[in-house]
């Protein structure tokens, strides 16, 4: 079966940098695009940034453009998230997930699949 398996949070003050991971097993990981999410308490979840198959389209909101960068390693069956300049309102429990096969999802019901999360608490 599916297992997407996070790792990387924790807590860091404003401006500093984390790297997420998502170890994935259970299917072909080259084969599907991949994103990370995130729900901060009392909040929707919401669509951080996603990445095709290949790695050759990405999808960024607009609150984490030139400070995110999503990639992944078709070899480890790995999908990377690196936080720089990390800001308070980044603080939110994040998720990796799959999704379409090749292609790039935007909503949330084209991903079929969900970590556990991993905690990121920035503090100002």
């Known amino acids: 079966q599916v297992q997407l398996v996070e790792s990387g949070g924790g807590l860091v003050q404003a401006g500093d940098s984390l790297r997420l991971s998502c170890a994935a097993s259970g299917y072909t990981f080259n084969n599907y695009a991949m994103a990370w999410f995130r729900q901060a308490p009392g909040k929707e979840r919401e669509l951080v940034t996603a990445?095709?198959?290949?790695?050759?389209?990405?999808y960024y909101v607009d609150s984490v453009k030139g400070r995110f960068t999503i990639s992944r390693d078709n070899d480890k069956n790995t999908l990377y998230l690196q936080m720089n300049v990390l800001k308070p309102e980044d603080t939110a429990l994040y998720y990796c997930?799959?999704?379409?096969?090749?292609?790039?999802?935007?909503?949330?019901?084209?991903?079929?699949?969900w970590g556990q999360g991993t905690q990121v608490t920035v503090s100002s």
């Open positions: 997930a799959k999704g379409p096969r090749f292609r790039v999802g935007y909503n949330a019901r084209e991903y079929d699949s």
């Open positions: 990445i095709s198959w290949g790695g050759g389209t990405t």
